[in-house]
C-alpha cells in the first residue's frame, strides 16, 4: 500500500490521500531500521574489512590451534630466594622474649642469697630479654640471652651465681616467645599478629593457627612479603606443592585474598555483567554459562566475541602476514552453530579483563523494524478509511 496524506489548510481535517510517490513498506521498515536501539556492533559490522580508524582491532576466528597458541598458564610460583630461606631458629632466645629463672640453693636450712630461711628455691618470673638482648639476673648482673639456647643461659646464669652461693641449681624457662614475630592478614578467620614457633615455622600451619582460610582454595591467593621480595601462590598450588609450603622468617607478611580477576559480559546474553573469575582457569564456554547463556530471544549463536587486548607474542604467532613488537587490540570470534563448536569454544581460555559479547540474530533487527513501523501503517490505513 503506499499512502500520501494531507491537510487542508482551511479546516484542519484529513483530505485527499494520494499515493505516496516511490516509497514502499519495505523501504520504510528499512529506513526505520537504520536508527533503531541495538545492544552493540552487529556480526558483520565486526568482521568487515576496513582501516585502523573503522576497524581498530585484528579479527581472528578461533579454532584448536588459535586456542592452543592463545592459552597463558596461570599457574604461580615462589622465586628461589623464598624457596631457598633456612627456617627461623626459634630455639635461641630473642628480644622480646618472657623467662622466668628458678634458682635452688644448696644452703641447707638457712638464709642463702636469693632465697630466705626455710627456702628451698627462689623464682624471678616473667623477665623479659629487652631492646638490647640482655635480662638482668639478681648478684649477676646483666646477662646477654638473646642469640643464646635456653641451655646456654642457664649454665651463664648458674656459673655467676657459684661464686655467690654453693652448687647452685638453675631451671630457666621460656614461658612466651616475642621475638620472630610475623602478621597474617586479609581472607583468614584470625588475622593478627604471630610468633613463630617450632609448630609454625612455614606457611600452611601458620594459615592453620590463624584460624585458616576463609575463601575457596580454587580463588584464594596466598601472598608473602619480605622486605622488597614479593611472591603470590594458588592456595591449591600450596596444598599440591609441599616445596612450597616455604620457611617463615621474622617479619614476614602473609596476605590472603580472593582472586580479583573478571571478564565483562554484554550483548545479546541472559544477563550483562562483570563476573570474577569462579576458579583459576575458564573458558569461553563455561564464561557464558556462568551469565544464563545466549538470550535465546536475541541472540545469535553463530556470533560470539571476545574483545582482549593480547601480548606481542601471542598476537605474532596468530598474525602471520607480519611482525608484532607491542600489544595489540584482538577480537576472536566463536561460531557455536558450527559442529564442533562448543568444542572449541571449551578450549579457548577467558582471560582478566576479557569482554564477551554476543550479537544480535539478523531477524531481530527486522523485527524491531517492523514493529517501529506498524504503528504508522495502522495509522496510514485509519486515514485512508476515514478518506474513502
Given at each position: 500500500m503506499k499512502i500520501r496524506i494531507e491537510a487542508d489548510n482551511g479546516t484542519g481535517n484529513l483530505r485527499c490521500i494520494r499515493p505516496l510517490r516511490g516509497l514502499s513498506l519495505l523501504a520504510l521498515i528499512a529506513l526505520a531500521g537504520c536508527g533503531l536501539p541495538r545492544g552493540g556492533p552487529s556480526e558483520a559490522e565486526l568482521t568487515a574489512q576496513g582501516d585502523a580508524d573503522t576497524l581498530p582491532f585484528e579479527v581472528v576466528r578461533v579454532t584448536d590451534t588459535v586456542a592452543k597458541i592463545a592459552r597463558i598458564d596461570e599457574a604461580r610460583a615462589y622465586s628461589e630466594a623464598f624457596l631457598r630461606s633456612a627456617p627461623e631458629n626459634v630455639d635461641d632466645i630473642a628480644t622480646g622474649d618472657k623467662l622466668t629463672v628458678t634458682v635452688w640453693e644448696n644452703v641447707g636450712g638457712g638464709e642463702g642469697v636469693l632465697t630466705g630461711v626455710g627456702q628451698k628455691f627462689a623464682i624471678l618470673q616473667e623477665t623479659e630479654v629487652d631492646e638490647d638482648g640482655f635480662i638482668f639476673m639478681p648478684y649477676v648482673g646483666r646477662v646477654r640471652a638473646e642469640g643464646n639456647t635456653i641451655e646456654g643461659l642457664r649454665r651463664v646464669i648458674a656459673n655467676g651465681l657459684s661464686d655467690q652461693t654453693p652448687d647452685p641449681q638453675v631451671e630457666v624457662r621460656r614461658i612466651e616467645q616475642g621475638g620472630a614475630k610475623i602478621s597474617v592478614i586479609g581472607n583468614v578467620r584470625a588475622p593478627g599478629i604471630y610468633v613463630i614457633e617450632n609448630a609454625t615455622r612455614r606457611i600452611l600451619p601458620m594459615l592453620s593457627a590463624a584460624g585458616g582460610v576463609v575463601e575457596e582454595p580454587e580463588v584464594a591467593l596466598i601472598t608473602l612479603r619480605r622486605g622488597r621480595l614479593t611472591?603470590?601462590?594458588?592456595?591449591?598450588?600450596?596444598?599440591?606443592?609441599?616445596?612450597?609450603?616455604?620457611?617463615?622468617?621474622?617479619?614476614?607478611?602473609?596476605?590472603?585474598?580472593r582472586d580479583r580477576r573478571a571478564f565483562t559480559a554484554l550483548g545479546a546474553l541472559n544477563s550483562q555483567v562483570r563476573v570474577p573469575f569462579p576458579s583459576r582457569n575458564i573458558n569461553a564456554l563455561e564464561a557464558l554459562g556462568l551469565v544464563g547463556g545466549i538470550n535465546s530471544q536475541l541472540g545469535d549463536p553463530s556470533g560470539i566475541f571476545v574483545f582482549r587486548t593480547e601480548t606481542a607474542q601471542i598476537a605474532d604467532s596468530l598474525l602471520t602476514d607480519r611482525q608484532v613488537l607491542v600489544p595489540t587490540r584482538m577480537v576472536y570470534t566463536i561460531d557455536l552453530a558450527q559442529p564442533g563448536g562448543m568444542l572449541t569454544a571449551s578450549n579457548f581460555e577467558i582471560r582478566d579483563g576479557d569482554i564477551v559479547y554476543a550479537t544480535e540474530a539478523p531477524a531481530v533487527q527486522f523485527i524491531k523494524a517492523l514493529s517501529s513501523v506498524a504503528p504508522v501503517v495502522n495509522f496510514a490505513s485509519s486515514a485512508n478509511n476515514l478518506a474513502n
Amino acid at each position: 500500500m503506499k499512502i500520501r496524506i494531507e491537510a487542508d489548510n482551511g479546516t484542519g481535517n484529513l483530505r485527499c490521500i494520494r499515493p505516496l510517490r516511490g516509497l514502499s513498506l519495505l523501504a520504510l521498515i528499512a529506513l526505520a531500521g537504520c536508527g533503531l536501539p541495538r545492544g552493540g556492533p552487529s556480526e558483520a559490522e565486526l568482521t568487515a574489512q576496513g582501516d585502523a580508524d573503522t576497524l581498530p582491532f585484528e579479527v581472528v576466528r578461533v579454532t584448536d590451534t588459535v586456542a592452543k597458541i592463545a592459552r597463558i598458564d596461570e599457574a604461580r610460583a615462589y622465586s628461589e630466594a623464598f624457596l631457598r630461606s633456612a627456617p627461623e631458629n626459634v630455639d635461641d632466645i630473642a628480644t622480646g622474649d618472657k623467662l622466668t629463672v628458678t634458682v635452688w640453693e644448696n644452703v641447707g636450712g638457712g638464709e642463702g642469697v636469693l632465697t630466705g630461711v626455710g627456702q628451698k628455691f627462689a623464682i624471678l618470673q616473667e623477665t623479659e630479654v629487652d631492646e638490647d638482648g640482655f635480662i638482668f639476673m639478681p648478684y649477676v648482673g646483666r646477662v646477654r640471652a638473646e642469640g643464646n639456647t635456653i641451655e646456654g643461659l642457664r649454665r651463664v646464669i648458674a656459673n655467676g651465681l657459684s661464686d655467690q652461693t654453693p652448687d647452685p641449681q638453675v631451671e630457666v624457662r621460656r614461658i612466651e616467645q616475642g621475638g620472630a614475630k610475623i602478621s597474617v592478614i586479609g581472607n583468614v578467620r584470625a588475622p593478627g599478629i604471630y610468633v613463630i614457633e617450632n609448630a609454625t615455622r612455614r606457611i600452611l600451619p601458620m594459615l592453620s593457627a590463624a584460624g585458616g582460610v576463609v575463601e575457596e582454595p580454587e580463588v584464594a591467593l596466598i601472598t608473602l612479603r619480605r622486605g622488597r621480595l614479593t611472591a603470590t601462590v594458588w592456595l591449591e598450588e600450596l596444598y599440591d606443592r609441599p616445596d612450597f609450603n616455604v620457611a617463615l622468617r621474622a617479619g614476614d607478611q602473609i596476605i590472603v585474598e580472593r582472586d580479583r580477576r573478571a571478564f565483562t559480559a554484554l550483548g545479546a546474553l541472559n544477563s550483562q555483567v562483570r563476573v570474577p573469575f569462579p576458579s583459576r582457569n575458564i573458558n569461553a564456554l563455561e564464561a557464558l554459562g556462568l551469565v544464563g547463556g545466549i538470550n535465546s530471544q536475541l541472540g545469535d549463536p553463530s556470533g560470539i566475541f571476545v574483545f582482549r587486548t593480547e601480548t606481542a607474542q601471542i598476537a605474532d604467532s596468530l598474525l602471520t602476514d607480519r611482525q608484532v613488537l607491542v600489544p595489540t587490540r584482538m577480537v576472536y570470534t566463536i561460531d557455536l552453530a558450527q559442529p564442533g563448536g562448543m568444542l572449541t569454544a571449551s578450549n579457548f581460555e577467558i582471560r582478566d579483563g576479557d569482554i564477551v559479547y554476543a550479537t544480535e540474530a539478523p531477524a531481530v533487527q527486522f523485527i524491531k523494524a517492523l514493529s517501529s513501523v506498524a504503528p504508522v501503517v495502522n495509522f496510514a490505513s485509519s486515514a485512508n478509511n476515514l478518506a474513502n
